[in-house]
Structures are given as C-alpha cells and as structure tokens.
C-alpha cells in the first residue's frame, strides 16, 4: 500500500483564495542546476477573514531562501513540507521572495520545468507551477508575469516565456532575456523554454488590420515541415473572427514543437507547447489523418485563447467549461474545412468506442466531476467529448445564431475572471430566453442514458406512434437518477422513401426545424409522440445528427434498417443504421459462437452492402467508407453484459469474412477503380477517395489475401504519400507471409530516423493479431527509438496493445494483462500521468467472464500492493477495486 493514502478533493469544499498574487516577478537561472526565485506581490482577499495563514504550493524543490518585504525568515518563521510551505500570518499586502533549486534534467514525470531531448521546457497544467516554484497553485489566483530566463549562450540561444520580450543582454557564454506578460493568468498557463529550435516565421492580419507574427519553434532541420500546421493556424485565426467575431488579441502567437510530451498540445497564453506529432507534416512522412488532426489541435489550441485564457476557470471541478466548449468550436470548425458529416460520424464512432464505456466504469464521473483525488486523471473523454456533445445540445437547442451571439455575451461578461460552469449555462439561458434549469443534469449526472424507443401504427386509425422511455444508469456514488432534458432530433419516411412533413400531438415541447424535421424535447421519463394522418406506417428517422449523446434502442426490424440505409436524408442516421443491422449481425455472431455454434448471416446483409459497394465511383466516397466500416470489437463487446473476448473477436471476424465474400470479386474493381489519379492532394475529396480504398483494402485481406499482398506490394512501391504507404502496411499486417515483413522491414530502414512515422511502425506491429504479439513487443521495446521515457513512443506500443488487441491483451493465460501491469509498475516509477493511463484496460474486470475477471483483478491488486505508487495511479487502481 501506498503509506499515506492520497486524499480526495470535493468540489463543494470549494472556497475563495485567503490570498491572491497580484504580480510574479520570476527568475529562471539554467546551469548545472536550475535556482529560481521568484517574488510574489500578495494581497490578502478581503472577502476571507484576516490572520490567515499562507499555504504556499511546492514539489520536489529545494528551498535556498525566503524573504518578506525584504527580511529574511527562519526555520522558525515558516513551515516547509512535501508538498509546500505554510507562513503562518502575513500583512494585508507584503512582498514575498523565495530562491529554490530544482532539477529539470532528472524530470522524468514531465510535469513542471522539464528536459525533452536537448531542449527545457514546461507543462504546468494542471498542477505543474508548484514544481517549479513556491506558489498558490490554483486558476482562480490570476497575476501579471514578468519573467527572466538566464542560460548558456550555445547551448540554449531560444529563451522564451509568455507575453512579449522587454530587455535581454549577453556576458561571455551566457545570456539572459526578460519576457513580460501584464495579462494576468493562473500559472497553469504559463510557460517556459529553452533551447536551440529553429524558427519558422509568418504573419497575420486581423480583420482589423493589425499584423500578428506568427513564430513556430522546431528542431532544426525540420522547418519545411510546419507548412500545414502554420496554414491551419491562419484558417482557425480566420474562422474564429468570422463565426465568433474574436480576433487575436496579442501581437504574436508562439507554438514550440516538443518531442516529449505527456498530451496533444498546450495553450499556454501565447506561447503554446505542442507534442511534436500535431505540428510537424509532410506528404511523404504524414498521413491524411495526421493532416487533419494537425489541424484540430491546432485549432483548438488556438480557441482556447478565448475560451479558457481570456475567460478561465475558478476551480479544477470546472475543467469542462474550458475543455468542452473548445472542443465543440474545434469540432465546428474541422466540420467546416470540409469533411462536414464525415467529420460528425467519426466523433461518434469515438465516443462509443472510449467516453460510452468510461461512462459505464468505475471511473465514471458528471462532465463535472464532484471530486477527484488526482486531476490530471479527469482529462478525460467524458470532460471533453462528452462535455462537447452537452455543449452541442445546448447548440441545437438555442439555434446557431442564438447560441453563438450567447457564448459571445459570455465572452465578454466574464473577461479576465475565473469563473463556473453555471456561469456560461446561466449566460445561454439568460441570453436565449431557454429554460435550461433540467438541462443542467447533463453537468451532474454520470452514466449515458439509454433510450428505449416502441412503435405502433394503427391502420385504420391511420395514426404511428412512438413511446419513447428514458432511462440513466447507475454510476458509482449515484442511483435513481432524474429524466434529463434531451433533445431529439427525427423525421419520417414514406414508404417511397421521402421525407414526410411533420405533424405531431405530444404532450412534450417540439420545435420544428424544417417541414420534415422536429427538435423534440424529451424531458420525461416516458414521452408519446403521435403522427396523425399516416395512411401507410412510416419510416422513422431518429436521432438525427447525433443529437444527443445517448445508447438508443430502435424500434426498427431488419427491414427498416436495409430501407434507412438506403433512403435516409440524415447522413449520421443512415449511418447509423447500417452500423445497427451490423451490431446485431455481430451479436448474433457472439452468441452463435458462444454457444458453439457457426456464426450465420442473412443474405439481405451481403446484398445491402455489395449494392453500397458498387456506388464506390458516385456516392460521397468518405461516407460510404464509413458506412462500409464494421463497428469496432469494443463497441461490440459493449453491448455485452458478460465479455468473453474470444467470441467478440471471433464474431467480428465472421462478419468481416462474410462480407468480404459477399462483396467478391467487386472488391477488386473497386480497389483498382479507387487507385490515384495524380499526384497527391489532401483534399475532402482526396481523402474520401483513400479512406474507401482503405476498407476495400481491409475486406479484400478478407477475401483474397494473395491479391491483397500483390496489391500492397505495388502500392508500397508507387506510393508518393504516406496515406497510401501506411495503408499497405496496414492491409497486410495481420497477414503472416513474406510480403509483409519485406514491406515492414523496408519501411523500417527508410524511416529509422523519423521518430514520428516509426511510430506508426510501433503501433501496427503492437496491434497485429499473432501469437507471439508479446515477443514482439519486447523486441519492438529494444528498438533503439524506443524510450520508456517517451510518452508517443510508449503510446505506440505499450498504448496501442492495450486498445487495440483485444485477442493480445485477453489472452486466457492473462501474459497479455501481467505484461500491463509489469510496464505500468515501471513507467510509473517514472511517469504517473502515463502509467495510469495504460492501466485503463484493465478496470473494468467485473465485466468479463469469470476466467479473465480473476486475472485481471490479480494484476490490479498486484498493481495496488506493490506500494508507491504515483497518486495518479493510485486513484485509478484504487477505484476499479473498490467494491460496488
Ligand atoms: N489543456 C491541455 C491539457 C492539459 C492536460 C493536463 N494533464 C490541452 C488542451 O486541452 O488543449
Ligand atoms: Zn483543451
């Protein structure tokens, strides 16, 4: 055991700072060791009684001096501890200065100031600034900051922080700048680095015609590499000021390039850190998809000066306010660059496949959570992705225009606060005139609800009608939950396949958003809907657009499904309902084999996507990849109340395989039709085009596993882009035989330099179906680009195993979870933030059958005994074992 359990924190314990800091004047001098001192102008809150003590924040540092308006204290005169120092009363304003030493170079948790490769840099969020200095570690404590970093000449000639340069100097081999940020900002927004980068320079100009110099830091060698970064920079610029009318408010906007990093990226104000993978891009070396996500997270990034700077947080327990609505502004803008429902279907398919079973877990928390014990382990899907699903509600609710001129009042009421969630929901509802006091439960309330949705359709009364019962599940700490607010978004199809316009007599709130199309407010736990005057039963159309996050059961036999899917407007709903009539094949698959039985699957299935298949050249080809796409086996195993991982496996496999045979031969023309027609363009076109070769790829290594290996082999040998490389590595990775490993191997000796595309080396190989997958992970953990230390690297392998090789990681001998438990031991002595990440997998044990529940458990509670543990791994642990 750990020998003082970490302690959780409440969020109604909340209560204002005794003090604030007003100013940080703060010097960083990097030598042989690292000395910082820093002075703190303190003013005591005059909302809080006087005479209290100051409880300063600081972690492994060595305290050299403190003074007080200029005195220096003694032992006596103050308390240090583990985690800070406490003054036990203060003037109403004084001065304090500390001088403390502390070791960037043996950082390995990567929070705080800390040495990635030949360069320094900081992560403070959430809690990193009490490593670096004593200080009130907390976002509703907001200062000015002035800040001189000191350092060798030679080796470290980029010194930067946040706000702009204001004096630098140089002496011998050392020189020393002074960076001045009069905004003031928690510290979790502050940033530092030093080192020798390259820098790429652009400029841009604000619709009011100021100019901002737009700086990227990169190693050297890699400055043509930030194009794409930098042109999504100037789109996110470009979008914010035409939808949200926001314009930059400084005169330059920094991003450092870093290569190890424990997230995407930072958006320290001004001066914004980014894991290297997001920034850095080139046809040769990125693929499509690293393309598009360069451009999210730069985006988001970006938005973040507004929402989550410029306005920012009281306390932790409101992460969500910043997270999720930056997630929603970056998911409306990715939407707007072209890939438009794609884009929508892609952030559902990912909600399913990690928020929905977070939700059901026993780390299962509200997108506001009420406690934590440690924060770093609540930047999750559910804050965020979810958090922006329940902003997206409130969009759809409001209406565009509405919700957009609401978040702009919010903007602009709260500048430079710290503020609620309740703040920003109060500010839509007082702004849109919406009632949104049930709506809140969304903040609240864990677990996803479940729909259950029942038809009628009375023939001589020519009326159809729809019960539709809500339903929360339980989560740890929360039973009997009350109905939510959710909006529902549904139309009707004839029996033609056209749209019919909408008349409906219901007891709830509806609001129409076209002749054939209504917003339904469910608000009760059961809600009837009635459309009169149907001659024929109708179609119906639901949850269009994703409009809520919710489980549904649709009340649709087969053959409505096959009719949604080929006649539905909505393309999420059609989606959809192909990924159902999919889902079910799978689970009668699962059941099929658990019996011991041959998985069997209806004709009408094969037909319904051969006749997809055969639209390859006309329909819109990166929905029809989507549609062509199985559900994951994790979303399968999903659906499952006993997960037996042998027969997910197995039943995805049935189905890949049956469809591959139904589609035949038309596979090939399909891939041979779908082949590049020039040279490489990152177009939404483009990309659809690739993404449905892709799947044709995926179920020809079904089909036809030679031709399959011939047509890898040439597409590796002709690929100018590394969409089309990757893609062939990928086909025929589960494929044993000589083809892939001289494709594996050539690619190895073409790229062992380029960390970020053998990462995608890494992480096939860590999710390729073989019997020796753990082998091969040790072998791949000897690879001299491996670090443990690297958190993208341990991603790759470590990471990618846990999440996607279910037969790997669920192996009935458990090898697969005691090589988890094995590496989450080690990288936790290292790295917390990582290691209680990769413990995931294993916490929701009670859930498998009951061989594989017995191993799991066994290496949590070997996890647990092993005593030491990082708080972080810890409150994971410690929850998943926790009786229910
Ligand atoms: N705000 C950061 C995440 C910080 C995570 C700290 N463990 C990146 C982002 O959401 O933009
Ligand atoms: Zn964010």
Known sequence: MTAAAPQPKYRKDYTAPDYFIRH????????????????????????????????????????????????????????????????PSLPDRCQLRTRVVIDPHNNTALEGLY?????????????????????????????????????????????????NPIAEDAEGDRHWITWDDPHPKPCYLFALVAGDLARVEDTYTTASGRDVALRFYVDHGNESRCTHAMQSLKAAMAWDERVYGLEYDLDVYMVVAVSAFNMGAMENKGLNLFNDRFV???????????????????????????????????????????ESLTVFREQSFSADQGLGAVKRIGEVRQLRRV????????????????????????????????????????????????FVHAVQEYLEKFDGQAVTIEDFVATLEQSSGQDLQQFRLWYSQAGTPRLTVTEHY?????????VIKQHVPDTPGQKNKQPMHIPLVLGLLDDSGQPVSLDIETAAEVTPQSPTQALVHLR?????????????????????????????????????????????????????????????????????????????????LGETFSALLETAGSDDQALLAEMLALPGETYIAEQL???????????????????????????????????????????????????????????????????????????????????????????????????????????????????????????????????????????????PIFSLRNPNRVRAVIGAFTVDNMPGLHRIDGSGYRFVADYTLKIDQLNGQLSARLVSCLTRWRRYEPQRRQLMRAELERIQQAGNLSSNLYEIVSKSLAEE
Request: hydrophobic share 40%; with cysteine.
């Open 641 to 783: 109340d006993v997960v037996d991982p042998d027969a997910v496996v197995g039943a995805y496999q049935a189905l890949r395989q049956y469809l591959a045979g139904a589609m035949g031969e038309h596979l090939k023309a399909a891939y041979e039709a779908l082949r590049p027609g020039g040279a490489y363009r990152i177009d939404a076109g483009s990309i659809g085009r690739r993404r449905l070769q892709r799947q044709v790829m995926d179920y020809l290594a079904a089909y036809d596993p030679d031709a399959l290996a011939g047509y890898c082999w040439q597409q590796y040998d002709k690929a100018d882009n590394m969409t089309d490389t990757i893609g062939a590595l990928a086909a025929i990775n589960d494929l044993p035989g000589d083809t892939r490993e001289q494709l594996f191997a050539d690619f190895e000796q073409r790229w062992r330099e380029n960390h970020l595309v053998m990462d995608k080396w890494l992480r096939l190989q860590s999710t390729a179906r073989r019997d020796d997958i753990l082998e091969r992970l040790e072998q791949l953990m000897q690879h």
């Open 115 to 163: 040495r990635s490769g030949d360069i320094l840099c900081t992560q403070c969020e959430a809690e990193g600034f009490r490593h670096i200095t004593y200080y009130l570690d907390r976002p509703d404590v907001m200062a000015s900051f002035r800040t001189t970093i000191k350092a060798d000449r030679s080796t470290y000639p980029v010194l930067l922080s946040n706000g």
């Open 524 to 604: 009760e736990t059961e809600t009837t809907l009635r459309f009169p005057n149907r001659p024929s039963r109708p179609v119906v159309s639901l949850l269009r657009g994703f409009s809520a996050p919710v489980k549904l059961d649709l009340p649709h036999d087969k053959s409505d499904l096959h009719f949604l899917v080929r006649h539905d407007v909505d393309p999420f709903s059609r989606w959809d309902a192909g990924q159902t009539l999919l889902l079910r094949a799978a689970l009668e698959a699962e059941q099929a084999l658990r019996a011991g039985n041959a998985p069997a699957f209806d004709e009408a």
């Open 458 to 466: 009375d023939a001589d009364a020519q009326v159809y009608e729809l």
């Open 280 to 322: 850095l891009a080139d046809d040769t070396s990125a693929t499509d998809e690293d393309y598009i996500h360069i451009e999210d997270v730069i985006g988001h990034e970006y938005f973040h000066n507004y929402t989550g700077n410029r306005v920012t947080l009281r306390d932790w327990f409101q992460l969500s306010l910043k």
């Open 24 to 87: 940080i004047d703060m010097t960083v001098d990097i030598g042989e060791t690292t000395e910082v001192e820093a002075l703190l102008d303190i003013e005591r809150n005059p909302d809080r009684p006087s005479g209290q003590p100051l409880q300063l924040d600081g972690e492994n540092m060595k305290l050299l001096s403190i003074e007080l308006d200029g005195k220096f204290l003694t032992e006596a005169d103050f308390e240090v501890h583990a985690k800070g120092l406490n003054i």
């Open 355 to 402: 928020q929905f079973p977070e939700d059901a877990s026993p780390m299962a928390h509200p997108v506001r959570p009420e406690s934590y014990i440690e924060m770093n382990n609540f930047y999750t899907p559910t804050v965020y992705e979810k958090g922006a699903q329940v902003i997206g509600m409130m969009h759809t609710i409001l209406g565009d225009a509405a």
